[in-house]
């Protein structure tokens, strides 16, 4: 492998699908080469896996500090990381949400919360349903494709393609009404308590 300059400077992503069992995202990320020159350092697929919740989901990278550090290695992407990013670290997540079903529904109403764990704001109202949790966090989300509803602790927020939000450690719940899945991009960073 070439000696490569640490210096990550994009990672881009294309959707793609493998079938409708395994949903995968194209994930490519950059770095400079031993000359300086920009180089594509990994070209691949990522899957889509349901890890904590029904939601296939994929990390795209994960970051252990700040300010970050740039690797030619991909072992950040594989880091083992719960719902919230390391301390003073990120995740770059891809999430798909398949249309609700019942069995979201009938869940116990802590279940996301759990999922948590100790990372969840001290400040926060119990959860109004299944799925919705918070964390310590500051995220920025992009729709991707499809539409989704955002509920808070009260109203709820209707979300389609192209829209962003930035998520500021409150509750809230991701319930895709419609009849296709919907996905969604999140960077999440290791925030203060709220």
Known sequence: MRNLCLCILFVGLTVATADAQTPEVRRVVTALDSNGKAVALFDGKVALKSLRSPNPA????????SPA?????????QTKVGISPPPRGTIFRIVEFPPTNERV??????TMMRAVGDHAPKKGLPPRHSMMHRTKTL??????SGEIDMLLDEGEVHFSAGDVLVQQATNHAW??????????????MDAREP
């Open 105 to 110: 529904h009938a869940l116990d109403v802590n």
């Open 58 to 65: 994929g990390e795209m990278w994960v970051t252990t500090d």
């Open 175 to 188: 319930i895709n009404r419609g009849t296709q899945p919907c996905r969604i991009a999140f960077i999440l």
């Open 139 to 144: 995220d920025y989300t992009v729709i991707m």
């Open 69 to 77: 550090a740039y690797t030619e290695k991909d072992d950040w992407a």
